[in-house]
Structure formats: structure tokens, C-alpha cells
């Protein structure tokens, strides 16, 4: 990974696709105690918290680590 944006923007990338996959809209995540901006901003790759991280992995039903895996390497 060349660096923290491009981290947070694979993330949000993986986290749009899971919340798709799911059949949910950005609206839907309202349901689960995130604002609309918030989440836009999550599937936009702006940084998270760790709180934000396990909220996801909570609304999900999926490790953090699976949602981490492979997104950073030191290569």
C-alpha cells in the first residue's frame, strides 16, 4: 500500500460492495445508527475510527479482520 489514503479508499470500496452484496442502500445504513453523511463519507474512503471499524463489522455480521484483510501490505 503506497499509503494511508489509498488504504481508507480500498476499504471504502470494500465496505460499499459488502453493503450492496447485502442488498441495502446508503439510506438503509440510516437503520443502523449511521447519518447518510457519515456513511457516504466511510464508502468515500475517508479515514475511520476503530469504534466505526466494529460498528461496521457489528452491522455486518463480519470480523474486522476480514474486512481488513489484504488492504495493507509493507511490500
Avoid at 443502523?32 to 452491522?59: C, K, M, N, V, Y
Amino acid at each position: 500500500m503506497k499509503g494511508q489514503a489509498e488504504f481508507f479508499r480500498a476499504l471504502g470500496q470494500r465496505i460499499r460492495a459488502l453493503r450492496v452484496r447485502r442488498g441495502y442502500t446508503q439510506e438503509d445504513m440510516i437503520g443502523f445508527g449511521f447519518s447518510a453523511r457519515h456513511w457516504q463519507q466511510i464508502e468515500a474512503g475517508r479515514p475511520i475510527t476503530l469504534t466505526t471499524l466494529l460498528r461496521i463489522s457489528d452491522t455486518f455480521h463480519v470480523t474486522p479482520e476480514r474486512l481488513l484483510r489484504g488492504l495493507y501490505r509493507t511490500e
